[in-house]
């Protein structure tokens, strides 16, 4: 069974530009997560969603950030336009459907590097 | 507000030595508790989960934690390092009504032959 994939593994994008990352959840898995590392920092959530519906946006930095999943399948972030300090790991991640599903499986990070 | 503190960022063992990774977290309610790992080029693995139940928790790997509410702590242990185990761990926590994971700021596992 194919796990969580990522696309692109790398981006490098000038201050500005706008970037778009995508994210393919393992099949069956209504619930979808991003989350973030800025270099040398935690782990932050962005959001969560289940099936196509945003049930928790509260981690999303601000309004240049915006996420969709259409179809409840995969899923974009998109950054317009990209500010410096967007650079980081930007991390996928699933699980099964249901609160307490407690295992989220994590794809292998988009890392984004904003001139 | 819920919060991890992982004590040292990095950490370093000998082949064979006892791998101690610290992990204290901050709730008003006892979360539930994750140690995840990352190996190079690869995405976060689940090593074990602490939700309801006995507060010692086996994992992958050989890895274990105790849950400790008094102390509110998780720790993770391994009584003897491989090789294989350099990575980055994680500790997280969420709430009860919530699968957002809180995450320390990690710990990079170095083991020497």
């Known amino acids: 069974e194919a796990g969580v994939t990522q696309f692109p593994s790398h981006s490098v994008i000038e201050k500005g530009q706008t970037v778009t990352l995508r994210c393919d959840p393992i099949?069956?898995?209504?619930?979808l997560y991003w989350y973030r590392r800025v270099m040398g920092k935690e782990i932050k959530f962005l959001l969560h969603?289940?099936?196509?519906?945003?049930?928790?946006e509260s981690g999303m930095p601000n309004n240049r950030f915006l996420a969709e999943r259409t179809g409840g399948t995969y899923s974009t972030l998109k950054v317009q336009p990209a500010e410096l300090e967007d650079s980081g790991v930007y991390f996928c991640?699933?699980?099964?459907?249901?609160?307490?599903?407690?295992?989220?499986?994590f794809g292998p990070g988009t890392r984004l590097t904003v001139l | 507000a819920q919060s991890v503190t992982q004590l040292g960022s990095h950490v370093s063992v000998s082949e064979g030595a006892l791998v101690l990774l610290r992990c204290n977290y901050s709730?008003?309610?006892?979360?539930?508790l994750f140690w995840y790992v990352q190996y190079p080029n690869q995405g976060l693995q689940l090593l074990l989960k602490?939700?309801?139940?006995?507060?010692l928790v086996k994992g992958i790997n050989g890895f274990e934690a105790e849950f400790k509410k008094s102390e509110t702590s998780f720790h993770l242990t391994k009584p003897s390092a491989h090789m294989s185990d350099a990575a980055e761990y994680f500790c997280?926590?969420?709430?009860?009504?919530?699968?957002?994971?809180?995450f320390g700021t990690g710990t990079r596992l170095q083991v020497f032959p």
């Open positions: 709730s008003s309610v006892p979360p539930y």
């Open positions: 997280a926590v969420s709430g009860h009504n919530t699968d957002k994971l809180i």
């Open positions: 991640a699933s699980s099964l459907p249901g609160l307490g599903s407690f295992e989220q499986f």
């Open positions: 099949s069956g898995h209504d619930n």
């Open positions: 969603f289940v099936k196509e519906s945003k049930q928790d």
């Open positions: 602490y939700t309801t139940g006995a507060t």
